[in-house]
């Protein structure tokens, strides 16, 4: 049985005092969704202030980039060990605002992968398409390729060994408008059997989760699905009572 992975992406959001109030919000709460993994990504320079709130905490850290390079002359930058030393767990890798507005391509995706990895980061690797290619039936055909940039790495086995993918349609990012359980169900589904074909061990237990407009009132449903593993949950998540509510979801069947 995969537990479920929530997951908060507050994007470029916040300020000093409302990320200590949903931080806290969170931590007063935990105790209400102990069986699920809860792991929050705020902007970088809440990290030092997220790590004193959680210390003490089974929330876990992340951050919602990191770079491709260990170190050195990359102004503006964070890279994989900064962010353990701040006890991130968790980064979002290949974010489709970070493909579409910072140019990142497949293989820098698959560089950061690597990047993350060697510092024992677990990357989120986020794959999904466009609405246009939704109608035009590419769908699966642009998921296997963003799958396949990972998957073709020498390493890809040890790799994915504490990876998770998240489908997050980008038709659905802060639009309002979820996939449907039934349209997500069918891509991860997709996407395990892809893994299958390359590691059928791997297949079973990694995480695949959902994102794009997952709600407290959406969630539940989605979260039934078999091959929903969790949520990647953006706007929601910056109110603390919706992202709290998301956290105490099951699996139900
Ligand atoms: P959203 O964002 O929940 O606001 O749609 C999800 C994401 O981009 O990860």
Not at 94 to 121: M, Q
Not at 156 to 182: K, M, R
Request: aromatic letters at 8%.
């Amino acid at each position: 049985m995969r537990r479920l992975l929530i997951a908060a992406n507050w994007k470029m959001n916040g300020t000093k005092a409302s990320a200590h109030d949903l931080l806290s919000a969170m931590v007063n709460a935990e105790k209400t969704f102990e069986r699920n993994d809860v792991t929050i990504m705020p902007p970088f320079v809440f990290l030092a202030e997220a790590h004193k709130l959680l210390t003490n905490s089974t929330i876990h850290l992340g951050a919602q980039t990191v770079a491709a390079e260990k170190n050195g002359a990359f102004t503006g930058e964070i890279s994989a060990e900064m962010l353990r030393e701040f006890a991130c767990d968790y980064v979002i890798i290949g974010h489709s605002e970070r493909r579409a507005y910072y140019g990142e391509t497949d293989a820098i995706v698959a560089n950061k992968v690597l990047a993350a990895v060697a510092y024992d980061l677990r990357p989120i690797i986020c794959v999904g398409e466009s609405l246009t290619e939704r109608h035009d039936n590419l769908t699966k055909k642009i998921i296997e390729k963003q799958l396949n940039a990972i998957l073709t790495l020498d390493s890809a086995h040890d790799l994915l060994q504490n990876a998770c993918f998240a489908y997050e349609p980008i038709w659905a990012i802060g639009t309002g408008v979820s996939a449907t359980p039934e349209q997500a169900q069918e891509v991860h589904s997709f996407i395990r059997t892809i893994i299958a074909e390359f590691d059928a061990e791997l297949a079973k237990k990694i995480r695949i989760i959902y994102g794009g407009s997952v709600k407290a009132s959406n969630a539940q449903a989605l979260l039934n699905m078999p091959d929903i593993d969790g949520a990647l949950v953006g706007g929601a998540s910056l109110i603390a009572e919706e992202f709290l509510e998301i956290c105490q979801c099951n699996k139900l069947y």
